[in-house]
């Protein structure tokens, strides 16, 4: 099998879709490739794009409050996305990120399935509807479907959790916005990711 810095090279200079013509950098993913849980996002956003790395603006800032919170650190786990490269709207001249189209999501498992087979991880971890439905099924629904195992074609199980920039928008309505289910969702995976390393 191809090594993960093999695939990572080939998938640095990808242009099978139409995100290639925008980006400024392919953001491959980081963390620990042993990792028995693997998180994946939906897709790099401006600072993504400028630095190459997922999960480093404010979306990402909260993500890494979270998983400490839930008792571990980036470090600890591989973060990736469903698409490597920043999907926006650019028709009003000031780029607005969007979800990641169908079609993109598609193009993009050329990396995301070869990536998964190598780490070959425990537990996936969704963040995110756009991850949800490209991982689990085609109809996942976030809001009442988070937090439960589901079975994976890359795992032993995956499950999905609200994205970080859903609950940043959400901060401002009573309640935490669906952080403490965040940091629930990442504690449980974690707990599963281990307790299958065991069998
Ligand atoms: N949101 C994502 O889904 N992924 C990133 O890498 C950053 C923000
Ligand atoms: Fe290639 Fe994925 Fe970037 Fe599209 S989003 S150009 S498929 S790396």
New binding site residues.
């Given amino acids: 099998m191809e090594s993960l810095a093999e695939l990572r090279s080939r ?1 640095l200079v ?4 139409p ?2 013509e925008r ?1 400024t950098n ?1 953001v491959f993913g980081e963390g620990d490739p042993k990792s028995p849980l693997v998180l994946v996002g939906e897709g790099p956003g401006e600072n993504e794009d400028k630095q190459g790395r997922p999960f480093i603006g404010r979306a990402g800032q909260l993500l890494d409050r979270a998983l400490v919170d839930a008792g571990l650190t980036r470090e600890m786990v591989y973060i990736t996305n469903t ?3 920043r999907a926006a709207d650019w028709s009003t001249g000031k780029p607005v990120n969007r979800a990641p189209t169908e079609a ?1 999501a598609t ?2 498992r ?2 995301l399935v070869p990536q998964l087979a190598i780490m070959a991880p425990k537990v996936i971890l969704c963040i995110g509807a756009p991850s949800a439905k490209n991982l689990i099924k085609k109809n996942f629904q976030i809001t009442k479907e988070r937090g439960k195992y589901f079975p994976c074609e890359f795992a032993k199980t995956a499950i999905a959790t609200l994205h970080p920039a859903y609950i940043l928008r959400q901060a401002n309505i009573s309640g935490d916005g669906g952080y403490s289910l965040l940091v629930a969702d990442i504690a449980r995976a974690w707990e599963a990711a281990n307790r299958l390393v065991q069998m």
């Fill in positions: 998938a990808c242009t099978a879709c995100l290639s980006r392919v698409v490597k490269c993109e193009a993009c050329e990396w």
